[in-house]
Structures are given as structure tokens and as C-alpha cells.
């Protein structure tokens, strides 16, 4: 049995960091007697003069319900750099990280964060560190489990702006297009979509041409709604063209939604705006679904360390959480299916993805 483990958050911040947190100190000092240190800032905080902090019952008392992460969060810095735009990991500072770790008396870590720091994660692993990653993003993209804590509200509050959107779009006949995040996938749009009342879903995997956009614009007028909803995916792209960056170095996406309102204004006439949610889809406290699934992720990850398991993340598999390999859950991105369905729903009941042949699908 471990003496002391250490406890780090990665990349973006996600809303249930806490909840894992609290989980974990309370599991491994609870159940199994270990002693638990914080490690500031990501892997950051393992380097040169540690940044680290003891954790305790006492200290992960009453942050359950608290947005962002105690440990403080990195998704720059000297182990994840960025070359001509793209996120590579450099020589890794391992060595200098494996020795403070030695001194500061940490035998295993759990290592909270998404692709990129999984990555990292999966490194320490290789070079026999015994370690365990639990799955963070709003994104809701991690190939190897059902469900990433954070993503489900993200969804809340997608929704919520829809709803709200959806009485201002109808009393004044607008289009309303409402940019929300996801990176490369279209999870956050597709779900809150079909959760918000969305006219129109725009998400990378299906392209879209503006001339289907403006048909259903159209289709809504004859049948009396004077008024659509469009909620697009950061990453979506219109046919033939590539996603838009607002930092391409920094690989920062956004803009679309503005590009969209432009156009659709352009070819309808109609007035339309653009709101884009960003980070208030990060910010602020879980809701109870990402509570109970951080809180059930964090103790599975002790469990796992104690029983001896390493180079592992906890996953959702079929309403149960499971370990799996950590060089699995960074091998692909988990994209929405084309022909899934949750898409064959929301054609059903008669949103459009403004696919260039849609009204044939
Ligand atoms: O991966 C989570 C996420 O919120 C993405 O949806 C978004 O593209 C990105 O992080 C934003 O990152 P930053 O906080 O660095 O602007």
C-alpha cells in the first residue's frame, strides 16, 4: 500500500475537478490510510521548487459543489508546448519531475485531465511511475469512456442560453445563432440542441452549406415560425473549408458563429445575432450528474491504485465505472456518428444539420 500519493488537475479547467478532489483525499485517507498531496498547476508544479500542497479531510471540506479546480490548472507550459500551431509533448522534463517526486516523498500519482494530459500521464507510466488518470472535459471526446465528468453541464448551460435565446428570437423574428465549444467534436452542440430546442445544429463531423441553411430559414417562414434557432460547434466547418481560429498559433477555435450570422443575414435578410457562450460552459458549480460521476470516478482511482493497478484511467462503460488502459483513452477522438443515433432523432423530429444534400437524408 502506498504511504502518500499526489493529486494534480490538467488542461482546461472542467466543472466536477472538485468533486474528483474531495473524492480522492477522502478515499485514500478514509478507507486506505495514505496520506495525499496536491500538486499545483498541473505537472507544472513538480518541477523546479515544487509547488505542492497536504491535503486533508479538513481541506477538501465543503468544495463539492465549487467550479474550477483548488490545485490550480495548466494547458501551456514545459510539458505541453505548441509548434507552428499544433500541440506536440517535447523531451519531457520527466527525470527532474521522477526526483521531486522521490523527495517530496510521493509514491503514485492520479492525474486528472483530458487528451493532452493523459498523454503526459501515460509517460510517467512508461517510465514505471505507478499512475491512474481520470477522465476531465466538457467535450465529452475521450474514445475510451461513455462520459467525461463536466460535459453534462456544459450541456445545462448550453441549454439554458437556448432556452433564453429562443423568446428574444421570437419576439423580434431574428435568426439567433449561439457558438458553443467542443473542439473538434460536436457533443456540446448535438446534445444541447436537441435539449434547447435548436432549429438547426451545425457540428464538425457533418460540414454544412449555407444554401441548406437557408432553406430551412425559408421552410420555418412558410410554416409560420418567422423566427430559427442555430447552434453551431466551435470546430464546424462549411463544406471544402477548414475550421476557424481565432489564435490559429495558439489553435484557439472560434468565430464561426459570426461567420454564419454574416452570411445568413446576407441571403435572408433577416436580422440575425450572434452569442458566443465560451468558458461560462467551464465556469461555475457542477451540476448534481457531474457531482456524482467525479466523486464516483475519484474513488474508483484510489481503488485502482490500492489495488495495485498503474498506466490505467477510469472509465464509463455501460452505467459502471471500469479501468482501461491510459494509452487507450489517448488514441482517438470519440466524434459524434453521422448516422448515429441521436442524429436520426433530431432529424426526425425536423432539425436540420444543413448538410449540402440534407432535405434528402
Ligand atoms: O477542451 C475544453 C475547451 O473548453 C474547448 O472546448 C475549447 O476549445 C478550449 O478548451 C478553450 O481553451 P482555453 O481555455 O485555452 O481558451
Known amino acids: ?13 472542467a466543472p466536477g475537478l472538485n468533486a474528483v478532489i474531495r473524492a480522492v483525499v477522502r478515499t485514500a485517507i478514509g478507507e486506505f490510510g495514505m496520506k495525499c498531496v496536491g500538486i499545483e498547476d498541473s505537472f507544472e508544479g513538480i518541477l523546479g521548487e515544487p509547488q505542492v500542497t497536504k491535503l486533508t479531510m479538513k481541506s477538501v471540506s465543503g468544495i463539492l459543489p465549487r467550479g474550477g479546480t483548488i490545485l490550480g490548472t495548466r494547458n501551456r507550459g ?3 508546448k505548441l509548434i507552428d500551431g499544433k500541440p506536440f509533448i517535447p523531451d519531457l522534463p520527466i527525470d527532474e519531475a521522477l526526483e521531486n517526486l522521490a523527495k517530496l516523498e510521493i509514491e503514485a500519482l492520479i492525474v486528472l485531465g483530458g487528451e493532452g494530459t493523459l498523454a503526459i500521464a501515460e509517460q510517467f507510466h512508461r517510465r514505471g ?17 461513455e462520459l467525461t465528468f463536466g460535459f453534462m453541464t456544459a450541456i445545462d448551460i448550453a ?22 465549444m467542443g473542439r473538434h467534436t460536436g457533443w456540446i452542440a448535438l446534445h444541447a440542441g436537441l435539449a434547447g430546442s435548436a432549429d438547426i445544429i451545425l457540428i464538425p463531423e457533418i460540414p454544412f452549406s449555407f444554401d441548406s441553411v437557408v432553406r430551412k430559414v425559408r421552410e420555418r417562414e412558410k410554416s409560420g415560425s418567422r423566427f430559427t434557432n442555430i447552434v453551431v460547434a466551435e470546430g464546424a466547418k462549411e463544406v471544402g473549408k477548414s475550421e476557424f481560429y481565432k489564435d490559429p498559433n495558439a489553435m484557439r477555435l472560434g468565430g464561426v458563429g459570426s461567420y454564419i ?3 445568413v443575414e446576407e441571403m435572408t ?19 448534481a450528474f457531474d457531482r456524482m460521476l467525479g466523486t464516483n470516478f475519484g474513488a474508483c482511482a484510489v481503488r485502482a491504485l490500492a489495488n495495485g493497478q498503474t498506466g490505467k484511467m477510469v472509465a464509463l ?28 432523432t433530431a ?3 425536423g432539425i436540420s444539420f444543413a448538410a449540402p444534400n440534407e432535405s434528402k437524408l
Request: charged share 25%; proline share 4%; aromatic share 2%.
Open 1 to 13: 500500500m502506498y504511504k502518500q500519493i499526489g493529486i494534480l488537475t490538467g488542461g482546461g479547467d
Open 78 to 80: 514545459n510539458f505541453v
Open 129 to 145: 511511475f505507478p499512475i491512474i488518470g481520470v477522465p476531465k472535459t466538457i467535450d465529452n471526446d475521450l474514445a475510451a469512456t
Open 159 to 180: 441549454t439554458e442560453a437556448l432556452d433564453r435565446l429562443h423568446t428574444t428570437a421570437a419576439s423580434h423574428d431574428r435568426v439567433m445563432i449561439l457558438e458553443v
Open 261 to 263: 450570422r454574416e452570411k
Open 269 to 287: 435578410g433577416k436580422e440575425s445575432r450572434c452569442v458566443v457562450l465560451g468558458h461560462l460552459q467551464r465556469g461555475g458549480s457542477p451540476n
Open 317 to 344: 462503460k455501460a452505467a459502471e465505472v471500469v479501468t482501461v488502459p491510459l494509452a487507450d483513452a489517448v488514441l482517438n477522438l470519440k466524434t459524434v456518428m453521422v448516422d448515429g443515433q441521436l442524429v436520426r
Open 347 to 349: 432529424r426526425d423530429i
